[in-house]
């Protein structure tokens, strides 16, 4: 099983993080080695490769998309439709709808080799982003179907569900200095994600 790592985050890491914080992802795209995640303030955030990531404005981030017109018309449209009509949108040009009701409650960033992994914990569940600094690719699973963008693999969201209760039980093991009881899990997750 590959063994995921918890990496600390940096000031700016932080500082975004904090704003998407109690905001709906309502779909993603990628392009040029990045993943566009669409909030529903309005917001796209972006996510480089290395997990390094910024938050603009829709039409900011797309003037900067150094993309054709045409595929910036067809974003914008797409954009537009999905902060109207939210996850219930017809067929999108470009973009894909948020595999689940996605209220971001806490995002976790993990690492793996050449690998980062975000984890956005939701009030459905969670998204999870990979990327490979080896291929430049992105994949975004949900736990109804693992993967729902950007390659097909056998893993899915079985081995991130296991690797993140194994994040959780190493927290914990170092916090209390023993191994903590399925209890002490189940209450850690429950504080960590009511607290939202």
């Known amino acids: 099983m590959t063994e995921w790592t918890a990496k600390e985050t940096t000031t ?16 993603h795209f990628t392009f040029d080695e990045t993943a566009y995640l669409l909030l529903d303030i309005g917001f796209i955030w972006k996510i480089y490769l290395d997990g390094e990531m910024g938050l603009l404005p829709h039409p900011v981030a797309l003037a900067e998309l150094e ?23 017809g067929k999108l040009a470009i973009m894909t709808t948020a595999p689940i009701e996605c209220l971001i409650q806490s995002v976790d960033f993990l690492t793996w080799k050449n690998s980062r992994r975000l984890v956005l914990t ?4 969670a998204i999870v982003i990979e990327s490979s600094l080896d291929n430049g690719e992105f994949r975004i699973m949900s736990p109804n179907n693992d993967y729902v963008t950007e390659g097909n693999q056998e893993t899915g969201l079985n081995d991130v569900v296991q690797t993140e209760q194994e994040f959780v039980r ?11 009881t399925e209890e002490e899990l189940n209450e850690w997750l429950r504080e960590h994600t009511e607290s939202y």
């Open 170 to 180: 190493q927290k914990l093991r170092e916090e209390l200095g023993r191994e903590p």
């Open 12 to 27: 700016h890491q932080d500082h975004v993080i904090a704003h998407v914080v109690g905001a709906t992802m309502l779909g």
């Open 67 to 89: 993309a054709d017109d045409p595929t910036k018309s067809s974003l914008s449209v797409d954009i537009d439709s999905l902060l109207r009509e939210g996850r219930s949108v």
């Open 122 to 125: 939701c009030d459905e569940g």
